[in-house]
């Protein structure tokens, strides 16, 4: 049940990340003669406590970013995501499979571009997968980046319209604590399983 949570919560993070490059190369490809930068600071964390026979899993992720375009057009893309798994391991089953999002505000989400420290005080409303039943969970999670940096790139071409997008990719495993908390309990009463800070900088650049 964890691996298949642990998947499901690798696609979606894959699927926000390819979002600026999807925009990108779609802006890209109706203008000729151009370069695009789109810049974006994340920050995930895994929570796994147990209480009697219930075992909480919390999964947070959030992302903030801005792009900006030749013709000196610029958007904002921001988005917290939370996923909250229970299983009773008496009873081998699980009781509870919810999952939310929210856009966040600029206060929202602050980074340290140096990828040494990140912090998240949002509100994200989740709804259950099995009955739709909906509820908040108040997010309050620091970051702080203790693993060396890592980084990566990555070039994605466009065919149609002859560009080519340069992903450079930054990345430091660390440390998160702090709460996720509903109806006045803490989902994250102990330190992160796993968290990491990242920066991702797509440069887009066509030709006529």
């Known amino acids: 049940m964890r691996k ?65 375009h030749a013709d000196n057009a610029a958007n904002t893309l921001s988005d917290g995501r939370v996923t909250l798994n229970q299983f009773d391991t008496c009873k081998g089953r699980e009781v509870l499979h919810a999952e939310g999002h929210t856009a966040l505000g600029p206060s929202d989400f602050k980074t340290d571009r140096n990828l040494k420290a990140a912090m998240l005080n949002t509100t994200v409303p989740l709804i ?44 430091r495993t660390g440390a998160a604590s702090g709460s996720v908390v509903r109806d006045g309990t803490n989902l994250t009463p102990g330190p992160s399983t796993f968290a990491r800070l990242g920066q991702v900088l797509d440069n887009g650049a066509s030709r006529s």
């Open 4 to 68: 298949e949570l642990t998947m499901k919560k690798l696609l979606i993070v894959l699927a926000i990340l390819s979002l600026p490059v999807a925009v990108l190369a779609g802006h890209m490809a109706t203008e000729a003669a151009q370069v695009d930068h789109f810049r974006r600071e994340e920050a995930t964390a895994a929570f796994s406590s147990t209480a009697g026979c219930i075992r909480t899993d919390v999964d947070v992720f959030a992302l903030a970013g801005n792009d900006q």
């Open 128 to 171: 259950e997968e099995d009955t739709g039943e909906k509820f908040d969970v108040a997010v309050h999670i620091t970051w702080n980046g203790n693993g060396g940096v890592k980084h990566d790139t990555a070039r994605t071409r466009v065919p149609r319209a002859l560009n080519t997008i340069v992903t450079n990719i930054q990345g």
